[in-house]
């Protein structure tokens, strides 16, 4: 079934269009990405990450591990919904520079924040980075596949050159933020 085939306003952001998307990208991720309208804009695919980041930071503070859980959580919910947005906006450019200008940015955001919101909802728990990071650009890689319609050879170069630029320009920015 087509999101636009739902009985939920898939161009109005609400719970019911959270947990159905959720629920269409851990069953059938391939179909899910696929269905992505042309056109998706900002409006759902952020308003997913924005629920799955306040997730995300909230079950992150419960650790109580922090002694500024208000700063604490300022950083986590940044980082959270920045690492989607410079993620997608480097893969974006990947694509500029050696595919030219085929898709719009919103649909390449659009898989980037679906991914990082799910991958999001179990990042908190201790070390499961491990499991969540491969699954995130894993989930990043089908969603090029299904959603932008690149091969498979394509969609892993802009997933591998997009995760490695991102990994060098924290690198680069690793002595200045310590």
């Given at each position: ?57 909230g079950a ?31 893969g974006y ?21 679906f991914a ?63």
């Amino acid at each position: 079934m087509k999101m636009s085939e739902t009985r939920i306003r898939p161009d109005k952001f609400s719970a019911g269009f959270y947990f159905m998307t959720l629920t269409r990208i851990l069953g059938q991720p391939r179909r899910f990405f696929g269905d992505l309208p042309t056109e998706p804009g900002f409006k759902n695919p952020g308003g997913f990450l924005v629920v799955s980041s306040l997730f995300f930071t909230g079950a992150s503070l419960l650790k109580g591990l922090s002694v500024q859980p208000v700063l604490m959580a300022a950083i986590l919910l940044v980082n959270a919904l920045g690492m989607a947005l410079i993620a997608s906006s480097l893969g974006y450019l990947v694509v500029l520079l050696t595919m030219g200008r085929c898709r719009t940015f919103s649909r390449f955001f659009s898989i980037y924040a679906f991914a990082s919101g799910v991958t999001l909802l179990v990042a908190w728990v201790p070390n499961f980075i491990w499991l969540t990071e491969p699954w995130k650009w894993w989930l990043i890689t089908v969603g090029l596949v299904h959603g932008c319609k690149f091969n498979w050879k394509q969609a892993v170069m802009v997933t591998a050159a997009s995760f490695c630029l991102l990994v060098f320009i924290f690198w680069l920015l690793l002595p200045d933020i310590i």
